[in-house]
């Protein structure tokens, strides 16, 4: 349902409408329409705009702006490096500081604002990749196994599964860091998005349509698109495609084979095991709550090292590529 703000009235995330939410991204599993009044960063509110039809009743907020909500609780969004537009939210009431990551990361990222740690009395972290398995590779392996692929079937398109928002720009922005400054291809459901991040001041290069193309244009070509289409009709448009993937699931081998990928990419907007611990070492909170994710390993963790906290057991968050 979301994190209640009681003495203010006001959730965070919230899965329904209430009066007033303060929303941390866009991501579908914390943003929705239908509030009343809807707090987030500028980035986030345009997203909104466009996936759920958020207009009225949007409140604005830059990074390090505090809102004072009722009863005396006040609200300021940090950096949270997970996509564009992302947040933490700090309140601070009755002399307490409680921090809500949402969701966040602490790699670079040249899409998005990097996690600020913020000093608090009760941290509130997510712990989609909460295992001690989940360590993401550097981001430079995987773009580089990518154009390697490339390089080698020269003759068959690389079709590459990537969430619509966060992902597939990050990917974009990598290759393009990368040296590639070829045209790289969108499946129509990811043009919207795209268009959205250079509005916002992040470059994505050359940018195309498939459906615009011959089909013997789209050798050798990179081709991103939605998970979902990677072994629908819809890819057999393209020449001998090689399906990739870029998740933090292909961590799990047999996560790729479900899918079909023949080229699983590790590359997650979340953190990681090493990421999360670090963190919460780093933000050093009295109490650590533990929310959407792997929290027993996680709440494990804390209680070895001597680190009070409890698993919220959020119902209805989780990550995007699933």
């Known amino acids: 349902m979301g994190i209640r703000i009681v003495p203010a009235d006001a959730w965070i995330d919230p899965a329904r409408p209430v009066q007033s939410a303060l929303v941390t991204h866009g991501h579908a599993d914390h943003a929705r329409g239908g509030h009343r009044r809807t707090i987030a960063t500028h980035a986030t509110l345009a997203i909104m705009a466009v996936r759920y039809g958020v207009t009225e009743g949007a409140h604005q907020v ?50 998005c604002s990097p996690f600020e740690v913020t000093p608090c009395d009760i941290f509130i972290t997510e712990a989609t990749f909460g295992l001690p398995v989940f360590r993401h590779p550097p981001i430079a ?89 990677l072994n629908d009709r819809w890819s057999r448009r393209m020449p001998e ?22 080229l699983p990419l590790v590359i997650s907007d979340h953190a990681d095991w090493e990421e999360l611990t670090t963190t919460i070492a780093q933000v050093n909170p009295a109490e650590t709550w533990i929310t959407h994710g792997r929290e027993e390993a996680l709440l494990r963790w804390c209680q070895l090292n001597q680190r009070s906290a409890r698993a919220l057991a959020l119902v209805g968050y989780e990550d995007e590529d699933d």
């Open 141 to 229: 392996g995987e773009i580089g196994k990518l154009l390697d692929a490339r390089q080698t079937f020269s003759d068959r398109s690389i079709l590459v599964g990537a969430y619509a928002l966060g992902k597939a720009q990050r990917v974009i922005a990598e290759l393009r860091a990368a040296g590639f400054h070829e045209p790289i291809w969108l499946h129509g459901a990811m043009e919207r998005m795209c268009r959205l991040y250079e509005e916002q001041g992040v470059a994505l290069g050359d940018l195309r349509l498939v459906a615009d193309a011959p089909k013997a244009a789209l050798a050798g070509a990179i081709v991103i698109c939605p998970p979902s289409a």
């Open 241 to 262: 495609p090689l399906t990739a993937m870029a998740s933090g699931w292909m961590r799990v081998r047999q996560r790729a084979v479900q899918r079909n990928v023949e």
């Open 62 to 111: 830059s990074y390090g702006e505090s809102v004072n909500l009722r009863g005396g609780v006040t609200a300021t969004f940090i950096t949270a490096g997970h996509v564009l537009g992302s947040a933490q939210i700090l309140l601070e009431y009755a002399g307490e500081r409680v921090v809500v990551t949402g969701d966040y990361k602490r790699r670079p990222d040249p899409t």
